[in-house]
């Protein structure tokens, strides 16, 4: 009696040396130096957006000058002017600023002089908190008007919602923002105008001294009242600011449900007689959001942009609010702190992002 022993060949599928075992034993190492690469990517990202921001700013000229020239007798502007170190070669006060910035040290602000760090602290919760908002109107907007979409391929519902993504991105984010205002604050009556909650609610959402995120705040409280009045007014703001992205996702969604029916499991489902719809919401609707995820740090960059003008016209007290009231009193020490300190959300948020895709997708590591 003989025993027969196979020995797996070189080229075998699970052969030792064959290149999906190697695969296999890379999986690991494949996505440790994936994220390496993308942490290491991120400190350029930000070094070069910190170091434009900066020589754009200087050539305006010193700070100190642009926001106080022609206020201050030419004595008084000398000496802050010294004491501020603007007088000092502009390397210099570039390395000097990196420096401070690895220490998160961004300057004082030169209107009313207070550290940039408790600026972006203090206002940096709204805007957090609005960017949050929006991305859930863009999700609940986008995600399934894009699978109809789909569904309905090159019909009138079809054709309504790609138009509607069009317009909902083409539109400024201030004019549709002040349509609104106009529908549903003056005419309508059913919304606030502007700010982040009532007076009454902001006194003691402060005096509680909370996290600075309103609506976690209220419920910390356990008030209703205070909770219904956080919403209310985050209601105008975070749909003007989410229909920016949620046109983004809406085509997103379309094009990539539509790309997936063209796979051979989808016809293999659609020759078992498995119904359209149901094609759509088990099928090929969690491949479709996988390049959801993969932009949506590119959206959280375009969603800050859009916060300045949202914030402006909702009078939404955070850091775009803040920035534009120093962008007017030409505060470039505040201006160039805030741009870095969103340069460094935008990166990390990428950061984070691509290492969700790569733990969803294995292909995004090779």
Not at 8 to 15: E, F, L, M, Q
Request: proline content about 5%; some cysteine; charged content about 15%.
């Amino acid at each position: 009696m003989t025993t027969d022993i196979s020995v797996p060949s070189a080229g075998a599928p699970d052969a030792p040396g064959s290149p999906a075992a190697r695969r296999r034993r890379s999986g690991g190492n494949s996505l440790g130096r994936y994220i390496l690469v993308r942490f290491l990517l991120m400190i350029p990202t930000v070094l070069i957006l910190v170091t434009l921001v900066f020589f754009l700013i200087r050539l305006t000229g010193d700070p100190i000058t642009a926001a106080l020239g022609g206020r201050l007798p030419a004595d008084q502007l000398a000496d802050r002017i010294h004491e501020a170190g603007y007088d000092r070669p502009v390397l210099v006060q570039y390395f000097e600023y990196l420096g401070q910035i690895l220490t998160f040290n961004f300057g004082n602000t030169i209107t009313d002089n207070q550290p940039v760090t408790d600026v972006l602290i203090n206002y940096g919760g709204a805007t957090l908190e609005l960017v949050c908002y929006a991305l859930v109107i863009a999700f609940l907007i986008g995600i399934p008007f894009g699978m109809i979409a789909a569904a309905k391929r090159d019909r009138w519902q079809d054709a309504t919602l790609r138009v509607s993504a069009i317009l909902f991105y083409a539109t400024p984010v201030f004019f549709s923002g002040l349509v609104a205002k106009l529908i549903f604050s003056v005419w309508l009556g059913w919304l606030p105008v502007s700010g982040r909650a009532d007076v009454r609610t902001e006194v003691a959402l402060n005096r509680s001294g909370g996290t600075g995120i309103y609506l976690i705040d209220a419920i910390a409280s356990g008030n209703p009242a205070y909770i219904q009045d956080v919403l209310l007014h985050a209601i105008l703001p975070a749909i003007t600011l989410g229909l920016l992205t949620a046109g983004i996702f809406l085509r997103l969604v379309r094009t990539n449900v539509i790309g997936t029916f063209n796979m051979p499991y989808i016809d293999a489902a659609r020759s078992r007689g498995v119904h359209e719809g149901r094609l759509v919401r088990k099928h090929a609707y969690r491949p479709a959001l996988i390049p959801i995820i993969t932009v949506i740090g590119l959206q959280i960059a375009l969603m800050l942009g859009g916060a300045v003008l949202t914030e402006t016209t909702f009078e939404w007290n955070g850091l775009g609010f803040q920035l534009a009231g120093y962008l007017g009193s030409r505060d470039f020490v505040a201006v160039q702190g805030i741009v870095a300190m969103i340069a460094v959300i935008v990166a990390v948020t990428n950061f984070l992002v691509d290492i969700i895709a790569a733990f969803i997708d294995p292909r995004v590591r090779y």
